[in-house]
Structure formats: structure tokens, C-alpha cells
């Protein structure tokens, strides 16, 4: 897993951002694994779908620093239902083919959402057992 992000895993992105930070006409591929990045990081639908906006990120480094901090703790349902259909036109294989710069953004942000998906699977499944011991508690 990715979404833990270390200095050093930022120091190795470091080129591929000096690359996406200069598209200026960027492959769908780039801009919508930036989008689903974006909304990982709490962005909302329209700033993360806005090409100008999530480069600015890029070049002002905000994005990164924002990776490095990131909770999943506080992504919400729906932006992560939406970064998962936007990575899912995907995969690591066939990511660097439409532009090498990407794979390890995309690589976050897949393993962010896997993240995030355990996390509320988690979350779900603990609220269950609450209300069963309570129900159990109750008929006592």
C-alpha cells in the first residue's frame, strides 16, 4: 500500500510532478487521475475536475504535501465513489502507456481508495456489533 506517503516516495514523484505541472493539454488519463487524486484529498467535484486548478496544485506543492498528510479517515463516500470510477478506466499496466509521469499518482490513489474502502468497511461492520450488543444488553 501507497497512501502513506514518505519523503522519500515524494522525493521519487518529484520529476513526474515537474513533468504534469508543464501539460498543458494533458492526456484524459493524467487529468483524471488527478481529479480522483483531488477528491481523495477533499477537494470538491469542482475544483478536482478543473485541469487549471489541480496543476496549480501541482506547481505550488500543495498536492503533495496534501498526500503526505493524508487521512482516510476524512474522505468522503462520494468523492471516493467517484475517484474509484475515474481510476477504474485503468490499471497499472496500462497507466504508463498514456503517460509515464502518472504511475505513481495513480498508484496512490488507488491504494488511498482501497484505503478508505477497508476503513468504512471497518467503520460499518464495528457499528453492527454495537448495535447487537445493545440488543443483547436490552433482552437481559
Request: with cysteine; hydrophobic share 40%; proline share 4%.
Amino acid at each position: 500500500m501507497m497512501s502513506v506517503l514518505t519523503k522519500d516516495d515524494l522525493e521519487s514523484m518529484k520529476t513526474d510532478f515537474e513533468i504534469i505541472k508543464t501539460l498543458l493539454n494533458p492526456p484524459r488519463a493524467v487529468q483524471e487521475t488527478l481529479e480522483a487524486v483531488a477528491l481523495l484529498l477533499g477537494y470538491p467535484p469542482r475544483q478536482a475536475g478543473n485541469w487549471t486548478f489541480v496543476q496549480q496544485l501541482c506547481k505550488t506543492g500543495r498536492l503533495q504535501i496534501q498526500m503526505q498528510e493524508f487521512q482516510c479517515e476524512d474522505v468522503n463516500l462520494n468523492s471516493v465513489k467517484r475517484a474509484r470510477c475515474l481510476l477504474s478506466a485503468y490499471d497499472r499496466d496500462t497507466i504508463p502507456g498514456k503517460c509515464h509521469a502518472i504511475l505513481g499518482l495513480y498508484i496512490w490513489a488507488e491504494s488511498a481508495v482501497l484505503e478508505v474502502e477497508n476503513y468504512l468497511e471497518t467503520r460499518k461492520e464495528l457499528i453492527k456489533e454495537r448495535k447487537l450488543s445493545k440488543k443483547d444488553k436490552n433482552k437481559i
